[in-house]
């Protein structure tokens, strides 16, 4: 047991070093995705004007309408300055792309690296109550002392249960949360059904991450409902905090496109929720839901990565989604309006 209890503290302290590196992992992956959507958005507004005013014909008009050679050669000048300013920008987005996706990746292999811990520790604990399981079979027949030392054991096993009981962090919700009250369209409803019916087939995400692209082509804005909702395989969670990447039903709500919250509106954790806020929320059916405030979450969709931070709950058809995604998220994806973006199936860990 000795041996047990010195091995999980060791384990313990790794796991909070990695848990910090992962903390810091995850503001870079947020500052550098913060970049590149920005960056997404100057070159499709450089597109669509050149598109729309048909730049390269006026550049040529331009250059072959000079007076002189001398005019000219200004107004080639201009013309190569013009087209290296654009090409520089494309480039420059690339950059941002390939830092994003590799800040990531280094992520991702913190995050598994920790998981790998997390089993052992699990390990550890489960060796621990059997050690405390056997002694305590042969407790009648002990003597004192040894039944002195048993009781040693098992106090070492509570406490080891205990420390893990303390992981279950829980978050005070804000009293001027405005978010909460927000209701489906049957259309909503009906979709709900559809998907977690589909998803159910689909089994849970593995360890890659996999593509999640089912849509309910009918659905509409998707907030939270009321709790008289059933839970269905959307809303199923492990609150085993080793637990990896699981597939689930999302819905969208807030900003100008949800007219059932206000907007800027509050959210549980008192963040502001409007149309950039890069947050999620979590179904208040699901257990220690309130431990999940804070926390970040990468959200994978149809070949795309976004990491945001859940800082909301709601009943979300009485946990029949597992996750209600802010503009900023579903904007990340390519989806203008939570209509657009409606039902769908992503798959999701918590970081």
């Known amino acids: 047991?000795?041996?047990?209890?010195?091995?999980?503290?060791q384990l313990q302290g790794e796991i909070s070093t990695s848990q910090e590196?992962?903390?810091?992992?995850?503001?870079?992956?947020?500052?550098?995705?913060?970049?590149?959507?920005?960056?997404?958005?100057?070159?499709?507004?450089?597109m669509c004007q050149e598109y729309t005013n048909d730049s390269l014909g006026e550049m040529i008009t331009l250059v072959f309408s000079a007076q002189s050679f001398n005019d000219f050669l200004r107004?080639?000048?201009?013309?190569?300055?013009?087209?290296?300013?654009?090409?520089?920008?494309?480039?420059?987005?690339k950059e941002r792309k390939a830092t994003y996706e590799g800040v990531l990746d280094e992520l991702n292999t913190q995050r598994d690296e920790q998981q790998l811990r997390l089993t052992e520790l699990d390990a550890k604990k489960q060796e621990a109550q059997r050690v405390v399981e056997e002694a305590s079979a042969n407790l009648d027949t002990a003597q004192a002392e040894e039944a002195a030392r048993i009781q040693a054991l098992a106090e070492q096993a509570a406490k080891l249960e205990q420390e893990q009981a303390q992981k279950q962090a829980k978050a005070e919700v804000s009293e001027s949360?405005?978010?909460?009250?927000?209701?489906?369209?049957?259309?909503?409803?009906?979709?709900?059904?559809?998907?977690?019916?589909?998803s159910a087939n689909e089994g849970s995400a593995n360890a890659g991450a996999p593509d999640t692209g089912s849509q309910n082509a009918g659905a509409s804005n998707a907030g939270s409902?009321?709790?008289?909702?059933s839970a269905s395989s959307g809303g199923s969670v492990s609150t085993d905090p080793s637990a990896g990447w699981q597939s689930g039903v999302a819905s969208a709500y807030g900003g100008s496109s949800d007219a059932s919250t206000p907007n800027p509106g509050t959210t549980a954790t008192g963040a502001i929720c409007d149309d950039y806020s890069m947050g999620v929320a979590v179904p208040m059916s699901w257990p220690n839901y309130s431990s999940y405030l804070g926390r970040s979450v990468e959200i994978s969709y149809n070949g795309m990565t976004v990491v945001a931070t859940v800082n909301d709950c709601g009943y979300m058809g009485g946990g029949s989604r597992s996750l209600d995604l802010q503009p900023g998220v579903f904007k990340a994806f390519g989806f203008s309006t939570c209509q657009e973006w409606g039902v769908r199936t992503v798959s999701y860990r918590f970081l």
């Open 1 to 9: 047991m000795a041996q047990i209890v010195a091995d999980h503290e």
């Open 21 to 46: 590196q992962i903390d810091a992992t995850t503001q870079q992956a947020m500052q550098a995705q913060e970049a590149m959507l920005e960056g997404r958005e100057v070159v499709g507004k450089m």
């Open 75 to 93: 107004r080639v000048d201009y013309a190569t300055a013009v087209m290296t300013a654009a090409a520089d920008e494309v480039e420059a987005q």
């Open 177 to 198: 949360w405005d978010t909460a009250e927000r209701e489906d369209t049957a259309a909503a409803a009906e979709a709900v059904e559809d998907t977690s019916a589909s």
């Open 225 to 229: 409902s009321n709790a008289g909702g």
